[in-house]
Structures are given as structure tokens and as C-alpha cells.
């Protein structure tokens, strides 16, 4: 089985703040690497996938980085509207899901 | 415009059945493989189980091999998932999610229906 881990688990950011999120995987999942945004009682939404390939309709502010193990969302400036929790999921083999990153407002 | 609308969850004891149906809409379903995807009550996401387009290909977690079953009818532009000895675990939204094509990510989501298991 392939783990995934993200950090931090949770952070507080302002209205255009720029923000990191990482995720890395137990092994080497090439760019297999989806990013996720879900907020609270809602299904998540597909951001990123294949590392670094913005989902249409997903604003550029959005942006995916990485491969093998490491990877990162960084969010540009971050909007009202951003206020979420990110997951990342790796496609390598299977799917799994990382524990999740909580952003919410300092 | 994509629509997946899930049904069938509710109240069930430890030890029951249950079948989820996903009635999907806007694409051309039997083209795209299709997931269950679970969320316990403040937990994270969990994939389950997926099914190729033309159900000849399954996946599962190992935490439901054996006891859950995922299948499709493309003629109904439904996907199920037939859940067995259901235990207190269990109990989550359960989400079905389209594959974007290539696969490799869920690009659709329904908005899930909650699954409780107690007695």
C-alpha cells in the first residue's frame, strides 16, 4: 500500500496570503498526484491532477508542483473563498487519500 | 452538465445490508469508470472500490474486500454499491466520484448520501 502524508494538518492564513501545502508519498507515485478542496458538508472538488495540470474551471491562483515522492499546492493569494480542507490523493496504485489539510482564517 | 445523484443510504443494524445506487447524467456513462468514495463523520476521504466503463474491470480497498461490491448497468446510467455485514465503522457519507477521461482522478462528485450503522 502506498501512504500519503500532508502537512501542515491545519493552518491559519489572511485574505491574500500565499499558502503551501505539501504532501509526500511512502514511495515514488511518478506525477500520479491529485489535489483535492472540500468544504464542510459538501463533495470535493478535483483542483489539480497529475501533479501540476489545473482542472478546468479551477482558478490560476491554484497551482500543483512536484514528482516521485514530494509535492506541493500552493495557493497564490488566498481568497474568502479558500477557506477549505485540501487533500491529496495519489492515482500510482489505486487511490489514496492524504489525512487532509485544514485552512482557515487567522 | 454532469450529474451524479446517489440514494439508498439511512439507518441499518451491525451485521445488515445495504445497496447504494448512483444515477448519473450529462456524460456518456458507460465511457467513464466510476468509484465509491467514503467520508466517517470528521474523518478524511477513503476510496473504496472502482469499475472500469464497461464493468469488466473492479478494484477494491482491502478494507471492504469481501464484504462490499461495486457494479454498474449502463443501460440504466446507474452505479451501485452493495455493502455486507455492515459493522458500526461503516458509518460515513458515501460518495460515488466519475473518473476524469484517462482516469487516474475523480474529476465528479454526487453529493453523497450517509450510511449509519447501529442498533
Known amino acids: 500500500d502506498i501512504q500519503m502524508t500532508q502537512s501542515p494538518s491545519s493552518l491559519s492564513a489572511s485574505v491574500g496570503d500565499r499558502v503551501t501545502i505539501t504532501c509526500r508519498a511512502s514511495?515514488?507515485?511518478?506525477?500520479?498526484l491529485n489535489w483535492y478542496q472540500q468544504k464542510p458538508g459538501k463533495a470535493p472538488k478535483l483542483l489539480i491532477y497529475a501533479a501540476s495540470s489545473l482542472q478546468s474551471g479551477v482558478p490560476s491562483r491554484f497551482s500543483g508542483s512536484g514528482s516521485g515522492t514530494d509535492f506541493t499546492l500552493t495557493i497564490s493569494s488566498l481568497q474568502p473563498e479558500d477557506f477549505a480542507t485540501y487533500y491529496c490523493q495519489q492515482s500510482w496504485l489505486l487511490f489514496t487519500f492524504g489525512p487532509g489539510t485544514k485552512v482557515d482564517i487567522k | 452538465e454532469v450529474q451524479l445523484l446517489e440514494s439508498g443510504g439511512g439507518l441499518v443494524q451491525p451485521g445488515g445490508s445495504l445497496r447504494l445506487s448512483c444515477a448519473a447524467s450529462?456524460?456518456?456513462?458507460?465511457?467513464?469508470?466510476m468509484d465509491w468514495v467514503r467520508q466517517a463523520p470528521g474523518k478524511g476521504l477513503e476510496w473504496l472500490s472502482g469499475i472500469s466503463g464497461s464493468g469488466g474491470s473492479i478494484v477494491n480497498a482491502d478494507s471492504v474486500k469481501g464484504r462490499f461490491t461495486i457494479s454498474r448497468d449502463n443501460s440504466r446510467n446507474t452505479l451501485y454499491l452493495q455493502m455486507n455485514t455492515l459493522r458500526a465503522e461503516d458509518t460515513a457519507v458515501y460518495y460515488c466520484a466519475k473518473e476524469r477521461g484517462g482516469g487516474n482522478s475523480f474529476s465528479d462528485w454526487g453529493q453523497g448520501t450517509l450510511v449509519t450503522v447501529s442498533s
Open positions: 450529462g456524460f456518456t456513462f458507460s465511457s467513464y469508470a
Open positions: 514511495q515514488s507515485i511518478s506525477s500520479y
